[in-house]
Nanobody, 114 residues
Framework: QVQLVESGGGLVQAGGSLRLSCTASGSILRMDAMGWYRQAPGKQRELVATITNTSDSVKGRFTISIDNAKNTMYLQMNSLKPEDTAVYYC?????????????WGQGTQVTVSS
């Protein structure tokens, strides 16, 4: 079992920056994929970024990185916009046979004021 803990959310003005962290209880080297998702009020959860894929809505502003030694994934968010307001979730995925097992963090709130 892997536990994921996010941190770094908060309230920021438009144009500002935040860095989210996601620390895993076990080695993230065991994971087949990791990424960040977000869910705004009244909307479905959507992909923000993985190592190989970034949503067009954040491309050029958000950067994902992974520090394997610290079992931690980061999301550097620059030039934040009010529409980036959402709960941000860390995701890790591991293959199990022909299926995947998904692990989720508890989420961290990001609020961008105009």
């Amino acid at each position: 079992q892997v536990q994921l803990v996010e941190s770094g959310g908060g309230l920021v003005q438009a144009g500002g920056s935040l860095r989210l962290s996601c620390t895993a209880s076990g080695s993230i080297l065991r994971m087949d994929a990791m990424g960040w998702y977000r869910q705004a009020p009244g909307k479905q959860r959507e992909l923000v970024a993985t190592i190989t894929n970034t949503s067009d809505s954040v491309k050029g502003r958000f950067t994902i990185s992974i520090d394997n030694a610290k079992n931690t994934m980061y999301l550097q968010m620059n030039s934040l916009k009010p529409e980036d307001t959402a709960v941000y979730y860390c995701n890790a995925r591991r293959r199990s046979g022909t299926a995947f097992v998904n692990y989720w963090g508890q989420g961290t709130q990001v609020t961008v004021s105009s």
